[in-house]
């Protein structure tokens, strides 16, 4: 009796200190999750910093050049830096509809930059309309990059710190106590609240981007169920899935995730799925990335085959860019041997390993459908007339490229080279000679 008296105690005391240290290394394992989910939201501040630093000064240099070339060159620059920054943006544990007028403005500065740097390769003048929008391009890149410095002063002072503004997100517009301790926040999205009507009513304006997906189908999932999907990606990871956010305002409706890990090598990944389909509508993953293994060719192989893994099938490399030992590959959808580059996707994949490591597929989600298969109303060599003679043409392809509002033209696609550049000439094949030639050409260079 008095053995079993000693008993009891003894494992009741064997299991509280069972507890206490399971609980001491439980606390020690969330918070280094937490100081981990910090530094790699600070970098993605960082980088959104210097991103948009750089934007603000490419304009600035665009609007200073005379020379179209010169022009090209800025306009591609800043093209770069406005996409990046806005991926950054959309890592931070930010409210997205709080943001989404800074984002749009990034995505749009990053569309119009391209888009005039076409006609600048071809050595086009901008208008005077477009020095007055490039003019006031500028005054935004340096309102938002006054208002970033801003936010980035009450990071240093530890006014807060991103698990703060993860959990008020959602309050800082309707608390006045709220908006008071995110002061800085609220003046870096105030510059936007006429943004873009008041400068723009081109092909990137919002009318835009309010277009129904077409590419959108099955039922809608619940945010478990996306989540189960998430688990089910990272089956061979220890990977924690917490979803941060419901994004219902915007004409693709999503569930945002943060995924974390154990992995030291491995950070954090951010996943948006579609409440349509459960489609991945945004996907990144921080890791360190190690001396390159893997050629272009092998890695471009290794998207195509994970896009098909997802379902979508039939999608073909455009060109891809190499950064950092990541190469990052535009896909297009292939039919019929057309070209269907409204329908597009791209995917980042690390050239150590060849882990896919990002997925951008907006573009294809909002275009994809069915078409009937156009037919040419020229032959190519009709259409070949119009490359200029000076380009020495390697490919000849039928593709179908989006318009200025929404829609869609049939041309032929050259792939030319000149002065170790690569060009993509793009001529219409929908329409027939009347009298004077009406072809319309586009060209821009590619990092092929």
Not at 166 to 183: A, C, N, R
Not at 248 to 263: G, H, L, Q
Not at 368 to 375: I, K
Request: charged share 25%; proline share 3%.
């Amino acid at each position: 009796m008095k053995a079993r008296n000693f008993v009891a105690p003894t494992l009741v005391f064997l299991m509280l200190i069972g507890l206490t240290v399971y609980g001491v290394y439980y606390n020690k394992m969330a918070r280094d999750y937490e100081i981990a989910l910090e530094n790699q939201y600070n970098r993605a501040f960082t980088d959104l910093v210097e991103h948009t630093s750089s934007v603000e000064e490419y304009l600035l240099k665009a609007l200073a050049t005379g020379t179209p070339q010169k022009r090209a060159q800025l306009l591609e620059n800043a093209w770069n830096s406005a996409t990046q920054a806005a991926a950054c943006l959309s890592m931070l544990p930010m409210n997205h509809n709080m943001m989404s007028k800074v984002q749009n403005f990034l995505v749009q500065i990053g569309d119009i930059s391209y888009s005039w740097n076409n006609g600048a390769i071809r050595g086009e003048k901008i208008t005077d309309d477009d020095y007055k929008t490039l003019t006031q391009l500028y005054g935004y890149a340096t309102e938002l990059n006054s208002g970033l410095y801003e936010v980035y002063a009450d990071f240093t002072s530890q006014r807060y710190n991103w698990r703060d503004i993860q959990k008020d997100s959602d309050k800082i517009f309707s608390s006045d106590t709220v908006l008071e301790k995110y002061e800085s926040l609220s003046k870096l999205t105030k510059p936007f609240e006429n943004y873009p009507a008041l400068i723009y009513d081109g092909p990137f304006s919002t009318h835009m981007s309010d277009i129904k997906p077409k590419g959108l189908k099955g039922d809608k999932i619940t945010k478990e169920q996306g989540a189960e999907k998430i688990y089910k990606y990272f089956s061979d990871r220890k990977a924690t899935v917490n979803m941060t956010e419901n994004n219902r305002n915007a004409n693709i409706k999503t569930y945002s995730y943060t995924v974390s890990f154990e992995e030291e090598d491995v950070h954090v990944a951010y996943v948006d799925l579609t409440e349509v389909g459960g489609m991945v509508y945004y996907y990144l993953l921080y890791r360190d990335i190690g001396e390159p293994n893997l050629s272009a060719e092998e890695v471009t192989q290794i998207g195509k085959d994970f896009l098909a893994r997802l379902g979508v099938v039939d999608m073909e490399p455009s060109y891809h860019i190499i950064e950092d030992n990541i190469a990052t590959i535009n896909y297009v959808y292939v039919k019929d041997g057309v070209r269907y580059y409204p329908d597009m996707m791209k995917v980042k994949v690390a050239l150590d390993t060849g882990e896919v490591i990002g997925l951008e597929s907006h573009a294809y989600i909002t275009s994809h459908h069915d078409r009937e298969t156009p037919t040419p109303k020229i032959t190519a060599e009709e259409a070949l007339e119009k490359v200029s003679p000076l380009l020495t043409v390697e490919e000849v392809n039928k593709a179908v490229i989006p318009n200025d509002y929404g829609g869609e033209h049939f041309v032929y696609e050259f792939k030319c080279t000149k002065d170790d550049r690569n060009f993509l000439v793009y001529t219409l094949a929908e329409v027939k000679k009347r009298g004077r030639e009406t072809y319309k050409k586009r060209a821009f260079s590619t990092a092929v």
